[in-house]
């Protein structure tokens, strides 16, 4: 059962456009919601992330918007460059799982110059 | 190191071989958690040490997983007769153990069982 669903798979944007992925969770037990950047051949490595107390959280060009009531949160890309070209996933994790991670399918992302 | 470190990179083994994969995690990070990602897809969760103690090992495929963290440091993933769906990129992630820190993943192994 796939329990963070991440649509869509794959998007295209030109340069200075601002890519939107957005991601949905069943599990009610979830309280930490990071996105995690991810370039061929790396680990992921951390983006941002947020807890359901606030609605929005911004680092840099980075946004991640959280809607608690429809289980539903998605990262926006300002001013998008051909260096974010990577693959983003989202991700969940209970209080009391340690930190174990939850993905979903990712999203391919790649800004045309 | 800086970071996480895993090694080999890459592997490839014959279909039946046994393989060790091995993580050392960033120093003093007390939790360590193993997961499997296949090409395309998100990773998934295998198997989560709390210093030498693997507390949830809920994700491992099969009975020929098996993960161990004897000093609470250092981590090593079996994979015992490998199949050819035991190929993806086995990544580790270290972090400390209060609520919400951020996990710090390694590059991965990649196994691909010919």
């Known amino acids: 059962q796939q329990q963070v669903k991440q649509s869509p798979q794959s998007l295209i944007v030109q340069k200075g456009g601002i890519p939107i992925i957005n991601c949905a969770y069943e599990?009610?037990?979830?309280?930490?919601f990071p996105w995690y950047q991810q370039f061929p051949g790396k680990g992921p490595a951390l983006l941002i992330a947020i807890r359901p107390d606030v609605s929005e959280k911004k680092e840099g060009r980075f946004t991640i918007s959280f809607n608690k009531s429809a289980k539903q949160f998605s990262l926006h890309i300002m001013d998008s460059q051909p260096g974010d070209s990577a693959t983003y996933f989202c991700?969940?994790?209970?209080?009391?799982?340690?930190?174990?991670?939850?993905f979903g399918g990712g999203t391919r992302l790649m800004v045309k110059p | 190191g800086a970071g996480v470190s895993q090694s080999p990179r890459y592997k490839v083994a014959k279909r039946g071989q046994d393989v060790a994969l091995r993580c050392d995690p960033i120093?003093?990070?007390?939790?360590l958690f193993w997961y499997q990602q296949a090409l395309g897809q998100g990773p998934e969760f295998l198997t989560y040490?709390?210093?030498?103690?693997?507390?949830?090992k809920s994700g491992l495929p099969s009975d020929r997983f098996f993960a161990e963290r004897p000093e609470g440091s250092v981590s090593t993933l079996k994979i015992q007769r490998t199949q050819q769906e035991d190929s993806a990129v086995y990544l580790c992630a270290s972090s400390f153990i209060y609520r919400n820190t951020e996990a710090f993943f390694g590059q991965g192994t990649r196994l691909t069982v010919v």
């Open positions: 599990n009610t037990a979830f309280d930490y």
């Open positions: 991700a969940a994790s209970e209080d009391n799982a340690g930190n174990m991670l939850t």
């Open positions: 120093s003093g990070h007390v939790s």
């Open positions: 040490f709390q210093n030498e103690a693997q507390l949830d």
